[in-house]
C-alpha cells in the first residue's frame, strides 16, 4: 500500500513537470475555465462539449492529488505535504484569483508547479534513501 501511495506520488510530479511546460497557456486556460463553468451550470453531462468535459476531468484529477496531498499529513513526511498545501491553498490561490494579470498568473502557476515538483521529489527520495525526519530536525533548529 505504501508503493501505491508513492506512485501516486511519481504522477503529481508528473503532473507538476506537464504543469511547468505549459505556463504560457496557464493564464488563458484558467480565463477560458471560467467562461465554461458559466455555460455548464444549465447543462447536463451528455449536453456537454468536448471542451467541458475535458475541464471536468482536470478538475478531477486536481482533486485526486489534493486527497493525496491530505492522506500525505499522515506519512513521516507530513511537514512537506503541509507546506505544499499551504503554499498552494493559502498563498498562492488567493494571490492568483484575486488578480487579473497574466504575468502574476504565470508566476503563481510556476511557483506553485515547481513547489509541486520538489515536493514530489523530496518526498519519494525521502521516503526510500534519505529517511528524514523533518519535524525533528526542525525541532532540533528552533531549540
Given at each position: ?51 467541458m468535459k ?32 499551504v503554499l ?23 511557483i506553485g ?31
Open positions: 500500500m505504501t508503493h501505491l501511495f508513492y506512485i501516486c506520488g511519481i504522477f503529481y510530479l508528473i503532473r507538476h513537470f506537464i504543469k511547468m511546460s505549459n505556463i504560457s497557456n496557464s493564464f488563458t486556460d484558467y480565463q477560458n475555465l471560467k467562461t465554461l463553468r458559466e455555460r455548464m451550470k444549465s447543462l447536463t453531462w451528455k449536453d456537454y462539449t468536448e471542451e475535458s475541464a471536468v476531468r482536470k478538475s478531477f484529477t486536481a482533486v485526486f492529488f489534493v486527497i493525496w496531498l491530505v492522506i500525505g499529513l499522515f506519512t513521516f513526511n507530513w511537514i512537506l505535504f503541509l507546506l505544499d498545501l498552494t491553498f493559502v498563498i498562492l490561490s488567493p494571490i492568483s484569483k484575486a488578480t487579473s494579470s497574466k504575468i502574476i498568473y504565470n508566476l503563481c502557476s510556476f508547479a515547481l513547489s509541486g515538483v520538489m515536493l514530489g521529489f523530496i518526498v519519494i527520495l525521502n521516503k526510500y534513501h534519505f529517511k528524514i525526519d523533518f519535524y525533528h530536525l526542525i525541532l532540533e533548529y528552533l531549540k
